[in-house]
DNA sequence: TTGTAGGCGTTATCAT
DNA sequence: ATGATAACGCCTACAA
């Protein structure tokens, strides 16, 4: 059917081991050069690709990674974080010439069902787009040798490699940016899940402590459910409710698409943003452009933390003995329309 | 170093093909109950797990999609139309046991460096999610062996297998939709590019001319840059500028991100949605929902067009000679806030 | 400098 | 009912 190195062997008159050698590119100088300028020529005119698959088996290596998404979310590219995230992982695997594999899974499915695709050989390593639960593949994962890193994460587990973002800084200098314009009350919306909610509110807090300002216990509001707009909703007419003195006049949401159901909200309400109140998100994914008002937020390096990853992966790769690692790199705070000074 | 086919047969004390078979569960009765049960008890103890690349290799099939993006765009994922598609392929791959991988590339590589990767036999077909050029791959596409199905196209060339929607229907049917709720000026607001508008704004214009409304040409906008909002701002402006009773009641977006951006544009103008103006959009990507107010729109039937791409190239691989196929799919207008009924 | 041959882990075709 | 063995296509010692 396909082209094989026999058939193009064959075809130059040289023997398959030869073929192999210079289409690898590996032995420059072991090879006549005029030999391997004929069975380079003879490759291209046969059209012959070398089988991904064979080499895959006698390498012991596919040059793929397996890029996990969360069995939780019934469509978790249609959150625009996870998309975010998956495009840094791909374009940091394309730099490196590396192919991937995505992996969604029913919520139905079994975790044994998962694991099969995942340790089969068919790829390198892991990057585990989420924060398993305990009962999730991560207790079977460490067992077995497939390397794989966690994004997004932050366990004390110290088996576990991670790479994620500084989420209590940069909670902090978006509380202190809000500060920097006058604002001095200062609201805090999050959703009740996340493992990321505890740091970046401790942020915030310590932001408030720092610069002197009172915590007003009415401001922390860590119980939204983030589908279920009505909550926000309501809770967004409570705070509204307050005497415009004791009004909060800047709201930080723990994430982009938290804050856009917020400015929602208070466009039902006939606030505007940011002329009466200042709004914040926080991940800078997709919808923080081109929502209106354009979002002020903390953009995560979405790239970089695909590429570290990755690297983490070859370090397991090279090495299996390595010690865990875990990365926490820098945000970037985005100033667009949703901020003012306060008046 | 892993768990290989013969470590289980020598534990348990039979031959490895007759682990392959009952592992394989191909011949539940060529062998006995009790060794069966005795084999797949070891197996299960010593975690083995075939190899997949063992078995690609030996079966020529990797039950590996391949899902191509746009090469185009340097962060196809940012783009929530395109997540929407992938998000849809991956979930009926994941109901068909399929696993997927998904490739995107940098725009300064060649044709010949992206479709090594595509054909090298890792993947058993190709998902291609956009219309690719002349000079893209596709060329070189169809002289290969792969086989491919275009999702979002409809290229007159009859070598192609293709599923997409009933972009003038939808269109036309959204026009209806407004004309219904009494409105009578409706302007249309197109990118200018992507294969569909032509048949999009062709719906809209079959709308007019079956409920009688004369076609004013200040309202056919199809030369707006999509990732420049200022082009759009100029163009709602000078819309928004005509006299009262002159001035459209409904605008209509060729898909969802413009939109957003129309509805922020008249807001700036001074315009509520939908009580001073009716917005409606295209696709229903993620930002649809999430953005206020929320979008009247045209769903996609992303999970059914992956579906139906993948069993295409199934039935591809099942028989090469089937003649290339054409799928249109329906799709649904779905009401939410950015519409009401013409004062 | 080039060729030969063994093996990667599985499946499938035969024998037994 | 089971087992030996030849592919599958490639890489890589080692031999020539």
Known sequence: ?????????DRAGVSVSAVSNILSGYSKS?????????????????????????????????????????????APLRDPFFSAVLEGVLQAA????????????????????RLGKLCDGRCDGLIVLYQPSENDILTE???LSVPFVLTSDWREDP??????????????????????????????????????????????????????????????ISDLIPWDPSTVLRAVAA??????????????????????????????????VP???????????SSAVRQHPSLTTIAQPYETIGGCAIDLVQTQLDDPATPPQRLRLPTKLVIRESTAPAK
Not at 1 to 9: E, G, P
Request: proline fraction near 5%.
């Open 239 to 272: 705070l509204m409710m307050l005497p415009i003195d004791q009004r909060p006049t800047a709201l930080l949401c723990t994430n982009d698409s938290l804050a856009a159901i917020v400015i929602s909200a208070l466009s039902r309400v006939g606030l505007r």
């Open 159 to 220: 088996r576990l490699f991670c790479v994620d973002v500084e989420h209590h800084e940069s909670m902090r200098a978006m509380t202190e940016y809000l500060i920097g314009l006058g604002h001095r009350r200062l609201a805090l919306l999050s959703s009740n899940i996340g493992y990321y909610v505890g740091p970046r509110i401790a942020g915030y807090q310590e932001a408030l402590t720092r610069q002197g300002i009172p915590a007003d216990p009415r401001f922390l």
């Open 275 to 285: 002329e009466d109140i200042s709004v914040t998100g926080f991940n800078d994914d």
């Open 30 to 74: 072991r090879i006549k050069p005029e030999t391997q300028e004929r069975v380079r020529q003879v490759a291209l005119e046969m059209g012959y690709r070398p089988s991904a698959v064979a080499r895959a088996l006698v390498r012991r290596q596919t040059d793929t990674l397996g890029v996990v998404l969360p069995p939780t979310s019934q």
């Open 141 to 143: 994962l460490l067992n």
């Open 1 to 9: 059917m396909a082209v094989r190195l026999k058939d193009v062997a």
């Open 94 to 113: 394309t730099t490196r010439g590396r192919d991937t594999m995505v992996f969604t899974a029913h919520p139905t499915s079994s975790t044994q069902e």
